[in-house]
């Protein structure tokens, strides 16, 4: 006795039900529910109210813990149904209320509510409760034996949308699960695709888009076929009808091609509304309604019919392509992507609205792509639009051919454009084009970013198997810097990653030594290395623009000349503007003559620079810390020295003392001699130096797989072409395993950082190295012995001194390093390949946020 | 850092049992920073001279401060606390001068009671307020002052001076006066104490200052520097000396105006939002949440909320404000739900801390996707900037502040904003009203516009 959705006929045994199902099973206590479910189900998509009696009171049976029961039985679906997993709920449910908060929460998640009623007979009950350990009284069983009774004639009225029932344990045994896709599930269907917004009837510019994307129609008669290029299908968006001069000839083209399996096609509110009409039912025969009716007064009734059926069939949505592709007319949030309810359907069908009417007469729409997170790519039409834009991956290719405007086809995954143009006006727009709102909403505006897109707890990067974890104190920090000091998030689309120093050195004299680099690479496999010189400046990034119309087309930002200079924080670098917009314009020029913008292909290029002197940014730090350093130990050093020499000439035992303060006087003099050396005063353009040491990206290209021989090589022909601003940083590769080269580069250190440099930089020669373990560090420095005074402070080079300042961890510098280095590359890999701006930003600001962590900031 | 001590009446060499320390030889002591000597450059009948020299250790130092807690990262490790006249030194002359600054001496138990012609010399004294403030300092006391300012860097003379001077002063006092006067004065000029300030603190400034400080011109202001600015502290101290010499109650904030312009902004807002019959309201950057706390109490209002970008102002609004007010971390550069569904929404000197090319974003997000009966925004008004003393000529009132406005430039922003957004605006002056220049702070106020 088995009875399945409205009387259809299936095979015996069978239930059939959909993937996303809240499974309520119904039946008095002993009546086989959890046996049964035991069968038929995983054992984690069974939620059972027993279970979760003994979890919350150790004893199943405990009535006084069935609400707490419940309350956690509740929410264990609910996160279930969200993450639409089949859930099935084992309790007896013979009460109306405790189904109804059931089938309110499937709704809730736009899951599909399924009953599934064991009406044994009493008996059965009876004998089972007799094997239990724990007995139930007679009268409850019989108590939810009436109530199941009266429940059975309402389930449909309730909102089941199946319902099974079985009458005898043995009818159960043989009960098969079947568990049937969705509708909306094609994701087996990979494509290629050609997604063809609304034709509303535009049959001679439908004809001619499909010809153009390579597909042959043939139309004779009253028969149309179309041949799609092998492999490939179209898929309709809706509105096909209405308003142009043709709407029955497409809804012939377009039926004859679903039904050859040469295309898809989902509803659009125009056809929904024609399919009312038809069904008889009342509608108002207005926009456009009117002309199709007309039209199809000329067509015969069984075509008709054949309409009804063909409109009546059609999905909501499809998901397509394993997961990464939705269609809809009007658009799909990511929630309702792959689920069925009708609200998704209206959703599908109308969009976002809120319920208020704008001056046209119109809804006013919510863009709810705006908001849109979702990992799939949404293709959608609706509202008419002059130019299809991408936004966080969503794109309306509805070009309003019906009004004179276009009809546009997207192809994929390819993603190229495909259009033509309308051959005439056939209908006034209600609202001008131009001001429908996707366009009025400046491209800036739809481009903001959500908090909770930053507030993310990990991300994941290419670069590293495990994502990078961000812990919350870090990103409240990153929010506080981001928003009081950051430049526009839409420029801050890398962030230089941290540096850590080689291991410490144990040469008398030295914290740090070349030795250790090479040594760190030589020890993991890494032969070949570069050591560029260490400039002493300031990190910048510099995005230089081919010409002031790059800023505003690819970057979005107006009035922002040649690009934008800043800091390792994502602070300006310059205040005032003018400077900066000279260097950029010197070195897009110099670019220019090194040809690199065509060769690059590109509009734009991001680097990453030291820009000198020093004291261009750091002049108040050089003040007010070195300098001021610098004036006391002076004066202090002097005084005490000349009172020490003169109690030594009068013979009172101070030379230890004497000796030990002379000293201190010396390392106070080479103190003052190094921040001297890296502060100069800047008179004129020339006298700042940009010394740009990493071609990071440009358009379509991040630089990872180029060594660094290739960027130096690159960047040295630009820095030739303006050696007044520009600086060509001094390098040498070096074979670590070979002694000759590594005791040149040694010497080449010592001699640099001898004459006041402040070092270098050791890394491997590829952009990015690996072993077996993982990630190695992209760069290490090795700083100077003079330099280092600046960091330790003036007296570090006392042999006492140095022997505690040597007990220094690297650990953490060099772990935050690598996961600084993967979420800055990882940002311009997501901008080269035109992420939305949220997924960018969101890099940038994880690098803010691991760099509030507190690190010794020696190293 | 040193300080030489010179004394020149004959035997010069009872400089000796004064200080406990014998001329002839080095006296080194240990110090848990590092190590303090006594050593003497000049001995004779006639001018004796010692040296107690400081000799602090950097790598112990990392607990020290550099001069101006300016948040440089490598504060601890270079810094001018070897070299300057501080807390340190204090305490190395606390100690190895104990007997000195106690009075106590047995060879010349009688010289310890009397003036005696004393001369003293610090090489480098950090001194934020300059030669004058050290001269109204000592002066009083009997000396003869002698400052002079040292050069920043002398390479660099553009630069200027360096808040380091060198002090000499001479006088006819006793030797433990002197020393207690340096004891006090020493770390109130140099205001960075390398302890922490509590309840001993004030005993030790009362042992020492005890029979000077009371009658000393300048006694709050050491007292309050000495203290590091421990209002509480400093009270109890003052209030030993004299009973009328307390200050009044108001604390710091008394220096400033009687009735201070951020409390009559704060309740002339509030008085709007009370007026504008919303019930849920929404305070953009609350920063403390002073405002939240005038609204706090009244019924009227049914949700009060604030945001902030400062978790650490977020941390003290929390500890002011009842658990009903919500307090949430968030940024207008970004979108945020939570700033959904309400009535009134404030912007209280906030909209100067933002870049002005952002200021569009606020405007969207503000009046745009909220859109709330009520906005009020305050801000400064530039062209009152004139008449408040000690803010240099085209200065902002805070450092951070991005821009300040004329009232014409509000208005240009105001204006043409309400109309796009379907708002009336209204302007209103804020505290203390100037003919000519208008009031130190201006308010907008927008209602939404009503759709007929």
Not at chain 1, 9 to 28: D, H, S, Y
Not at chain 1, 164 to 187: G, S, T
Not at chain 1, 648 to 674: D, M, P, T, W, Y
Request: charge should be negative; aromatic fraction near 8%; glycine fraction near 6%.
């Amino acid at each position: 006795m088995m009875k399945s959705r409205e009387g259809e006929e299936v095979t015996r045994m069978q239930w059939k039900i959909p993937e996303c199902a809240l499974v309520v099973l119904i039946g008095a206590s002993g009546s086989g529910k959890s046996t049964f479910a035991r069968r038929v189900f995983k054992e984690t998509e069974v939620l059972s109210s027993d279970f979760f009696r003994a979890m919350v009171s150790d004893d199943e049976g405990d009535q006084s813990a069935s609400s707490a029961a419940f309350e956690l039985l509740h929410q264990v679906a609910a996160k279930r149904l969200e993450r639409k997993r089949l859930t099935v709920i084992d309790a007896t449910n013979v009460h109306a209320d405790g189904r109804k908060e059931l089938i309110a929460l499937a709704k809730k998640y736009h899951m599909i509510p399924v009953a599934f009623v064991m009406n044994m007979a009493e008996s059965v009950c009876y004998e089972h409760n007799a094997m239990r350990e724990r007995k139930l009284p007679s009268h409850v069983i019989k108590r939810q034996h009436q109530a199941l009774k009266r429940s059975l004639r309402n389930l449909k009225k309730e909102g089941f949308r199946y319902i099974y029932k079985a009458h005898e344990p043995k009818e159960l045994m043989q009960v098969e699960i079947v568990r049937e896709r969705l509708w909306v599930d094609k994701r087996d269907e990979t494509g290629p695709f050609d997604i063809i917004g609304d034709v509303h009837g535009c049959y001679a510019e439908l004809v001619e888009l499909l010809t153009q994307l390579g597909y042959r129609v043939v139309d004779k008669e009253d028969k149309v076929h179309v041949e799609p290029p092998v492999g490939r299908k179209a898929i309709f968006l809706g509105d096909l009808v209405d308003r142009g001069p043709d709407s029955p000839s497409v809804l012939r083209l377009v039926m004859s091609m679903v039904e050859s399996g040469a295309a898809l096609c989902v509803p659009g509110n125009h056809d929904v509304k024609l399919l009312k009409k038809l069904d008889g039912r009342n509608v108002q025969v207005k926009h456009g309604l009117e002309v199709t009716l007309a039209q199809l007064d000329k067509e015969p009734p069984e075509w008709i019919e054949e309409v009804r059926n063909f409109l009546r069939g059609l999905v909501s949505h499809y998901v397509l392509d394993e997961g990464r592709l939705v269609v809809a007319h009007a658009g799909m949030k990511e929630e309702y992507q792959g689920r069925a309810s009708g609200v998704i359907r209206d959703f599908a069908l109308y969009g976002e609205t809120t319920g208020e009417i704008d001056a046209f007469g119109l809804p006013v729409r919510l863009n709810w792509a705006e908001s849109y997170r979702g990992s799939a790519t949404v293709v959608y039409g609706h509202t008419p639009i002059p130019e299809p834009t991408w936004l966080n991956r969503t794109l309306n290719i509805d070009t309003g051919c019906v009004f004179g405007g276009k009809l546009t086809a997207l192809r994929y995954p390819e993603n190229e454009l495909v259009s033509v143009a309308a051959k005439q006006v056939y209908a006034e727009p209600v609202r001008p084009l131009e001001a429908s709102p996707a366009v009025s909403n400046s491209h800036r505006d739809e481009m903001r970013i959500d908090v909770q897109d930053v507030l993310t707890d990990r991300i994941q990067t290419r670069l590293l198997r495990r994502p990078v974890h961000i812990r919350k104190e870090q990103s409240a920090a990153a929010l506080e810097t981001m928003s009081r000091f950051a430049i526009d998030p839409k420029w801050l689309i890398y962030l230089p990653p941290t540096m850590s120093p080689s291991e410490t050195s144990e040469q008398p004299g030295y914290l740090e030594h070349p030795e250790e680099a090479f040594g760190y690479y030589a020890q993991r496999g890494v032969k070949q290395v570069i050591c560029e010189e260490k400039h002493m400046g300031s990190r910048a990034v510099v995005i230089a623009c081919r010409d002031k119309e790059t800023a505003v087309n690819r970057f979005d930002v107006a009035d922002a000349g040649w690009g934008v200079i800043y800091t390792r924080t994502g602070r300006r670098f310059f205040e005032d503007a003018s400077v900066e917009q000279a260097i950029l314009e010197r070195l897009q020029q110099a670019i220019t003559r090194a040809g690199l913008w065509d060769e690059l292909q590109t509009d734009w290029m991001c680097l990453d620079c030291e820009l000198m002197p020093w004291s261009a940014k750091a002049q108040e730090l050089i003040r007010q810390q070195y300098a001021l350093v610098g004036a006391a130990s002076r004066q202090a050093l002097a005084g005490a020295v000349s009172l020490l020499k003169q109690a030594a000439a009068a013979g009172r035992g101070v030379e230890e003392l004497l000796s030990r303060f002379q000293e201190k006087q010396e390392n106070s003099r080479e103190f003052v001699a190094a921040y001297r050396r890296y502060s100069w005063r800047v008179n004129d353009l020339n006298d700042y130096k940009l010394a740009p040491f990493h071609l990071l990206a440009t358009e379509g290209r991040v630089y990872t797989d180029r060594d660094h021989l290739w960027h130096m090589e690159t960047i040295g022909r630009i820095c030739r072409e303006d050696t007044g601003v520009l600086m060509a940083t001094r390098y040498l590769v070096v074979n670590v395993e070979n002694s000759d080269e590594v005791e040149a580069a040694t010497a080449w250190w010592l001699e640099m950082t001898e004459s006041g440099g402040e070092g270098m930089v050791v890394k491997p020669l590829s952009f990015i190295a690996a072993n077996g373990k993982g990630l190695l560090q992209p760069a290490v420095k090795c700083r100077g012995r003079e330099y280092l005074r600046l960091i330790y402070g003036p007296d570090y080079t006392e042999e006492a001194n140095l022997t505690r300042l040597r007990n220094r961890s690297l650990k953490q510098k060099r772990s935050l390093a690598l996961r600084e280095f993967a979420l800055g590359l990882e940002g311009l890999m997501r901008f080269v390949d035109r992420e939305p701006l949220h997924r960018v930003h969101a890099c940038a600001f994880g690098v803010m946020a691991l760099e509030s962590e507190p690190v010794d900031p020696r190293l | 850092m040193y300080l030489e001590i010179t004394y020149q009446r004959e035997p010069a060499t009872d400089l000796g049992y004064l200080l406990h320390k014998h001329p002839e030889r080095v006296h080194t002591f240990a110090l848990s920073y590092g190590h303090a000597h006594v050593f003497y450059p000049e001995v004779s009948e006639t001018r004796c001279t010692a040296v107690l020299l400081m000799e602090l250790d950097p790598v112990k130092l990392v607990r020290g401060r550099g001069p101006h807690g300016s948040g440089f990262a490598l504060d601890q490790y270079v810094n001018d606390r070897p070299y300057v006249a501080s807390s340190f030194f204090s305490v190395a002359l606390s100690q190895v001068y104990s007997s000195a600054l106690a009075g106590r001496s047995s060879e010349r138990p009688e010289l310890v009671e009397q003036a005696v012609p004393l001369e003293a010399r610090l090489p480098v004294l950090s001194a934020s307020g300059g030669c004058e403030r050290v001269r109204r300092l000592f002066a009083p006391l009997g000396y003869e002052v002698e400052v002079a300012p040292l050069p920043l860097d002398e390479a660099y003379p553009e630069w200027g001076n360096s808040p380091y001077v060198q002090l000499t002063l001479r006088g006819t006092v006793r030797l433990k006066d002197l020393l207690s006067h340096l004891y006090v004065l020493i770390p109130a000029i140099d205001h960075e104490k390398h302890y922490w300030v509590g309840e001993d603190e004030v005993a030790k400034l009362l042992r020492h200052g005890e029979e000077w400080l009371p009658q000393h011109p300048e006694r709050e202001w050491i007292t309050m520097r000495y203290l590091k600015y421990q209002r509480r502290l400093a009270d109890q101290a003052l209030a030993k000396w004299s009973e009328s010499s307390a200050l009044e109650e108001g604390g710091e904030e008394q220096v400033e105006k009687p009735q201070r312009l951020n409390d009559i902004r704060l309740q002339t807002v509030a008085q709007l939002l009370r007026e504008s019959g919303a019930s849920r309201i929404l305070d953009l950057g609350c920063g403390e949440g002073k405002l939240l706390r005038l609204l706090a109490s009244e019924r009227r209002f049914a949700k009060l909320a604030g945001m902030d970008v400062s978790i650490e102002a977020l941390r003290r609004a929390r500890e002011r404000l009842p658990e009903e007010v919500e307090l949430f971390q968030g940024s207008l550069l970004y979108r945020d739900e939570r700033l959904q569904g309400f009535e009134a929404v404030s912007l209280v000197e906030v909209i100067e801390h933002i870049e002005p090319d952002r200021l569009p974003l606020l405007e969207q997000l503000v009046f745009g996707e909220l859109g709330p009966a009520t906005v009020i925004v305050t801000t400064p008004n530039r062209e009152y900037n004139d008449l408040f003393e000690g803010l240099e000529e085209g200065k902002f009132r805070h450092h951070d502040h991005r821009f300040e406005w004329t009232r014409a430039q509000f208005a240009e922003w105001a204006e043409p904003l309400a109309k796009r957004n379907g708002y009336t605006v209204s302007f209103h002056p804020v505290g203390p009203l100037d003919e000519a220049v208008g009031a130190p702070t201006q308010l907008a106020l927008f209602r939404k516009e009503i759709e007929a």
